[in-house]
């Protein structure tokens, strides 16, 4: 079973910052996007930033300037960077990454457990 292992969350004062660390547990035929999105109580999960197999980014608005997604393709690794982290960015984070683990079969969506990141003073 795919696991998607997400890292690095925790309790941080604003403008501080942390990083999140999502390993994918198998190698792929093809992982196409990876990304974040978040929750917090009592809202839906929002996107937070995509990443494509070759390096295309896609932010939302809430997190421009202030948060970067990276990966390590050879790891099967995402990154999220977040800076100047503001008390409306906690929620639960979840890992996300669509792909073909193998040739034989379709494109599927994964998901991580989620991390939990609080911003409070």
């Known amino acids: 079973q795919v696991q998607l292992v997400e890292s690095g969350g925790g309790l941080v004062q604003p403008g501080g910052s942390l990083r999140l660390s999502c390993v994918v547990s198998?190698?792929?035929?093809?992982?196409?996007?990876m990304g974040w999105y978040r929750q917090a109580p009592g809202n839906q999960r929002e996107l937070v930033a995509t990443?494509?197999?070759?390096?295309?980014?896609n932010y939302a608005d809430s997190v421009k300037g202030r948060f970067t997604i990276s990966r390590d393709n050879a790891k099967n690794t995402a990154f999220l960077q977040m800076n100047s982290l503001k008390p409306e960015d906690t929620a639960v984070y979840y890992c996300?990454?669509?792909?073909?683990?193998?040739?034989?079969?379709?494109?599927?969506?994964?998901w991580g457990q989620g991390t939990q990141v609080t911003v409070s003073s």
């Open positions: 996300h990454a669509n792909g073909r683990r193998r040739i034989t079969t379709p494109a599927g969506d994964f």
């Open positions: 198998e190698r792929f035929y093809r992982l196409n996007v």
């Open positions: 990443i494509t197999s070759d390096g295309r980014t």
